[in-house]
């Protein structure tokens, strides 16, 4: 079979629809990016992308691999002003975001040829912050990053 995607693009463009179908506390549709950073002058609007990171692949069997991949998902928004009641509805979709793909229901994408992408984990490491107060300070903009683990077998 010839593919036209490589897995982790795939991948990518899986989480991005399973997020466009899914309920959120705040509306937006999400697209792939490779390159995630916008022109503030363009950032009018909540803005989520998956970000193909990296992968990696680890024999499991005498015939079977399996695929590790790295997708961010990014969330940025242009703030008028930087308070609790603008912040807090990116933070919780941040966390609708993670809640969604931990539930059993989404965390299994289906990528061509039917095989199945299971969103494992997500990285998180104690000097990620959840959100990035260098941008809040210099430019009134929100920009958050859920790292997850993704597998293909």
Not at 31 to 41: D, K, M, S, W
Not at 63 to 75: A, L, P, S, Y
């Amino acid at each position: 079979m010839i593919k036209d995607k490589a897995d982790l693009i795939e991948v990518c463009d899986a989480m991005a629809e399973a997020m466009n179908s899914g309920d959120f506390s705040v509306d937006f549709e999400s697209v792939r990016a490779y390159l995630p950073t916008i022109e503030l002058e363009t950032l009018d609007e909540l803005r989520v992308v998956t970000v193909p990171v990296a992968h990696s692949s680890e024999r499991v069997t005498r015939d079977r691999v399996m695929r590790g991949f790295e997708v961010h998902i990014g969330v940025q928004k242009k703030l008028e002003e930087i308070n609790n009641v603008e912040i807090d509805p990116l933070m919780l979709l941040m966390d609708d975001l993670q809640t969604f793909f931990e539930d059993e229901a989404n965390r299994t994408l289906t990528i061509s040829g039917g095989r199945q992408a299971h969103v494992m984990s997500f990285i998180n490491d104690e000097s990620d912050p959840a959100y990035s107060q260098d941008h809040l300070k210099a430019f009134r903009q929100f920009t958050s990053v859920l790292r997850a683990e993704v597998r293909v077998y």
